[in-house]
């Protein structure tokens, strides 16, 4: 089993800079591709950005591209999103997620998800 906790989520301008935090627990961290999710408001869950277990293959959803960016830290069982440039659309409740494999961006394929963490950029 694996347990992840999002924190870092908030209230910011637009234009300004967040990075969210995802802490896994078990010993088996180095071996999950990782990936970010958010629900917007009346919306479905959509990819944001994953990362492979070595952390060497990053992918993300065109709309966050070059604004955001996917990192992990395997020795403190962490995986970031570091969102610079927000913008009002990027609203929502940010997930992480884990796999027992390489990186996906496809929802259905993550074994684990964590509660969630609520970001609010204000025009």
């Known amino acids: 089993q694996v347990q992840l906790v999002e924190s870092g989520g908030g209230l910011v301008q637009a234009g300004g800079s967040l990075r969210l935090s995802c802490a896994a627990s078990?010993?088996?961290?180095?071996?999950?591709?990782m990936g970010w999710f958010r629900r917007a408001p009346g919306k479905e869950r959509e990819f944001v950005a994953t990362i492979s277990a070595s952390g060497g293959v990053r992918n993300y959803a065109d709309s966050v591209k070059g604004r955001f960016t996917i990192s992990r830290d395997n020795a403190k069982n962490t995986v970031y999103l570091q969102m610079n440039s927000l913008k009002p659309e990027d609203t929502a409740v940010y997930y992480c997620a884990a796999r027992d494999a390489g990186s996906s961006w496809s929802a259905s394929s993550y074994d684990y998800w964590g509660q969630g963490t609520q970001v609010t950029v204000s025009s």
């Open positions: 078990g010993r088996t961290f180095v071996t999950y591709g």
